[in-house]
């Protein structure tokens, strides 16, 4: 609490956000304000919740319109920010008690609804025709696999999948899926989908979905770093996540090159 203010907005707060747009579009965000033993008055506590909020509502509003601006068709919120901050101290176990309650309250229909959710069989099936393309990286392979029972679901075990599996388009996908099961409506797959995404098995952006998001996790996480240099974008780790998407030759170089442009600006 004794930090919260302008000066060490960036430290503080500012800079988890721009980490969670990065790894986990859509999360929901639910402030806390510890330490507020620290300040005198319970009005000052409640003017340091209300500055929190508008502070964060004013800087999403501005990343929301410049994404808006860039992307219009594609564009859609990006944080789920909830309308109170909780104010905790150790000193006071009932300010901590009421904020496990308040989070627990939240991890439930309609924010998480993925939580206790009945899933049924045929969703279990697009997970495994899903894992089976990750892990080989072949349709054909795949579809084999998942007819002969030996394919594992996504997010099931711990294989990392194969280099040519990171990724596929959304339309693809469906294609593998009305291939294997005909008769199933596209409800069943879309709403398959979702829920992978909600557990963030999956990443799904521009029609693309991204089978292995730890690879889009690896490139992105240096560019959100306000160190990020061109030596580090230049690392072998970032080189070969960029090789495991599937840039090679030319497409590689070209890759790197924008990426080792933006860190330099």
């Known amino acids: 609490a004794d930090r919260a203010n302008d000066d060490n907005f960036y430290a503080a707060v500012e800079r988890f956000l721009v980490y969670l747009l990065a790894r986990v579009p859509g999360a929901v965000v639910q402030f806390v304000l510890s330490k507020i033993d620290t300040i005198d008055a319970a009005t ?50 009932e300010t901590v008690e009421n904020a496990r309650v308040a989070i627990v309250d939240l991890c439930r229909w309609p924010l998480v609804p993925s939580v206790g959710q009945v899933v049924p069989q045929s969703w279990a099936k697009v997970w495994t025709l899903l894992g089976a393309v990750s892990e080989h990286g072949d349709d054909d392979l795949a579809l ?20 040519a599996g990171a990724y596929r388009p959304k339309k693809r996908l469906e294609a593998l899926w009305y291939h294997l099961v005909p ?54 780790a970032m080189r070969d996540a960029v090789s495991r998407l599937g840039y090679h030759g030319n497409d590689h170089k070209v890759c790197m090159q924008e990426l080792e442009d933006f860190a330099a600006h």
């Not at 500055?51 to 860039?70: D, F, G, I, P, Y």
């Not at 069943?188 to 693309?208: K, M, R, V």
Request: with cysteine; hydrophobic share 40%.
């Open 44 to 93: 000052d506590v409640a003017a340091k919740c209300a500055w929190l909020l508008q502070t964060v509502q004013e800087k999403l509003q501005s990343w929301e319109r410049s994404r808006r601006a860039r992307d219009p068709k594609n564009w859609r919120p990006e944080l789920r920010i909830q309308p109170e901050v909780l104010p905790v101290s150790v000193d006071n176990p």
């Open 144 to 163: 084999r696999a998942v007819r002969n029972g030996s394919a594992r679901p996504l997010g099931s075990s711990e294989f990392g999948g194969s280099p």
């Open 183 to 236: 008769s199933t409506g596209r409800s069943t797959f879309d709403d398959a989908l979702a829920l992978l995404e909600a557990q963030g098995w999956i990443l799904i952006d521009s029609e693309l979905v991204y089978l292995q998001p730890s690879l889009i996790v690896e490139i992105m996480k240096p560019l959100v770093d306000h160190t990020v240099t061109v030596e580090s974008i230049s690392s072998t």
